[in-house]
């Protein structure tokens, strides 16, 4: 057994080491193989200022935040998370806001959970530990959606990202959608009230096992296209009128980051051309198979529009005007902080805010003289205060 480790070890080593080969042979095809599409623009990274529009009429923070009486529900959107630092500054954060009122918060993990392949056999010790990061970052309910490095890299049948669903129930957080299917899920966070003031939900889905060859898909007859998938979300958003509800994805419909087609750095731009000149997508954005499968959702969203609708994927913080889709759209894709250099984001057409700059956004449900009213806050690392706070009105 211990012979067949290390010749397993070797051998990725060699393709390690033939990728590399492979990668300095292809700088100049990459060229040739470069991404259509591209935005051009400036980029909001760290250590220059975020990118706010002149529309915007931000709020004065609470200096008391992340504490407040006035707090229903808190829910704290930390996407692609999955590749900690030993003590991960976002991680912290979390614990930061989610503990300040753990009965009344909820972290919704926004997939890639774990780099860079999901939970695999043979890496299984620091595969649970990164998961196990985020499991005890906060007392927090928590629950974890799926991400493409979830299914494994190049993506792979449902049994790696059901492996991940049993890890993560097994410590008492939620996985949804289960199983490899796409879903759609609801999820009551907060009741109707009887007075008639709206609840809060979310409804999640993801669209990873249409990247998966229809062979090696799991059996999910319910939604077995996108349409179906967008039909079962129509009906949903319709269902539950009596809520504010967060649709979350993995997958964005728009974004200003590199999966919306802006540079990720030479060297970012040519390892991605090359990738999808071997696999023939990115799973980007602007991609004609992306397109096929967000096109129904998309139909379905606009049908009854929700509050939000929340995604990761690109590794920054943004916030868009929700167009027919939804009242805003978030892209929070910042839970690492690895991940996040360069910040390579954009605005683009609808653009609120962005930077590419370590940290989540929170969606605080809170009670007024007025009534129920929603704040969307973007939370960085290393400030005590959110750096970005909107009133989204009555929920």
Not at 42 to 63: G, H, I, K, R
Not at 215 to 243: F, K, N
Request: charged residues 20%; proline residues 8%.
């Amino acid at each position: 057994m211990k012979s067949e480790i290390v010749s397993s070890k070797r051998q990725r080593a060699l393709g390690r080491k033939a990728g590399v080969a492979i990668l300095a042979a292809s700088l100049g095809l990459t060229s040739c193989a470069a991404l259509p599409d591209r935005l051009e623009g400036t980029n909001y990274a760290a250590d220059s200022p975020p990118f706010v529009a002149t529309t915007l009429d931000p709020l004065e923070p609470d200096p008391a935040l992340p504490e407040r009486a006035d707090l229903i529900h808190r829910v704290l959107l930390v996407g692609d998370a999955g590749v900690p630092r030993e003590s991960e500054p976002v991680l912290e954060a979390v614990g930061t806001w989610g503990n300040a009122h753990p009965d009344q918060t909820t972290v919704l993990y926004l997939g890639d959970n774990l780099y860079p392949s999901g939970l695999e056999d043979d890496d299984r010790e620091r595969g649970e530990a990164v998961l196990r990061s985020q499991l005890e970052a906060s007392t927090a309910s928590k629950i974890f959606l799926p991400g493409n490095h979830d299914w494994g890299f190049p993506h792979q049948g449902p049994d790696r990202v059901i492996e991940q669903q049993l890890f993560v129930e097994a410590a008492g957080a939620a996985f949804l959608p289960r199983d490899g299917c796409p879903g759609p899920v609801h999820h009551e966070l907060v009741p109707a009230d009887p007075t008639g003031a709206r609840g809060l939900g979310l409804i999640l889905i993801d669209i990873d096992p249409w990247f998966v060859a229809p062979e090696e898909r799991a059996d999910c007859p319910d939604a077995a296209t996108p349409q179906q998938l967008a039909d079962q979300l129509a009906a949903l958003l319709a269902q539950h009128a009596d809520q504010a509800l967060i649709v979350a994805a993995h997958h964005p419909l728009r974004t200003g980051g590199p999966h919306g087609g802006f540079t990720r750095g030479w060297l970012g731009d040519a390892v991605t051309g090359l990738i999808f000149w071997m696999y023939g997508s990115l799973q980007d954005a602007y991609e004609e198979g992306y397109r096929k499968i967000m096109l129904p959702i998309e139909g379905a969203l606009a049908s009854f529009p929700p509050l939000l609708f929340a995604a990761g994927h690109d590794h920054n913080l943004q916030i868009l005007e929700g167009g027919r889709h939804a009242r805003y759209q978030v892209v929070s894709g910042a839970g690492a902080t690895e991940r996040v250099r360069g910040g390579h984001v954009t605005d683009i057409e609808g653009t609120l805010f962005a930077h590419g700059h370590p940290g989540f956004m929170a969606l605080d449900i809170i009670q007024t003289r007025d009534g129920r009213r929603a704040q969307l806050l973007v939370i960085e690392t290393g400030k005590p205060l959110p750096v970005l706070a909107i009133d989204l009105g009555a929920p």
